[in-house]
């Protein structure tokens, strides 16, 4: 059973950066992806960004476009999700989720089946 475990997250004011984790163990080793999402009090969850362990082909939501990057640690499982010039819109639970193969929509939350239990990440000045 893949198991995920975020970190990373704190209180930052706004145009700061952080750098998010994901620790992933128990995968087999055939191709996957892992999804960022973040859930903001009383919005829907959210896909921000996802990385293919197949080619480290990347995807980002539009509005994180140009500040956020995905990346990955092969040798030690981790997903990354560096955040730079932070908005107090990006305030939300993010979690980070794991699917094998590939998806026709790797942003949707329908398309993964293993979550993390989620790190907070707040901007207020």
């Known amino acids: 059973q893949v198991q995920l475990v975020e970190s990373g997250g704190g209180l930052v004011q706004p145009g700061s950066a952080l750098r998010l984790s994901c620790k992933v163990s128990g995968a087999r080793p055939i191709v996957y992806l892992i999804g960022w999402f973040r859930q903001a009090p009383g919005k829907e969850r959210e896909g921000v960004s996802r990385i293919s362990s197949l080619d480290e082909s990347t995807l980002y939501a539009d509005s994180v476009k140009g500040r956020f990057t995905i990346s990955r640690d092969k040798a030690k499982n981790i997903i990354y999700l560096q955040m730079n010039n932070l908005k107090v819109e990006d305030t939300a639970i993010y979690y980070c989720?794991?699917?094998?193969?590939?998806?026709?929509?790797?942003?949707?939350?329908?398309?993964?089946?293993?979550w993390g239990q989620g790190t907070q990440v707040t901007i207020s000045s």
């Open positions: 989720a794991f699917r094998y193969g590939d998806a026709w929509e790797p942003l949707s939350r329908s398309a993964y089946s293993d």
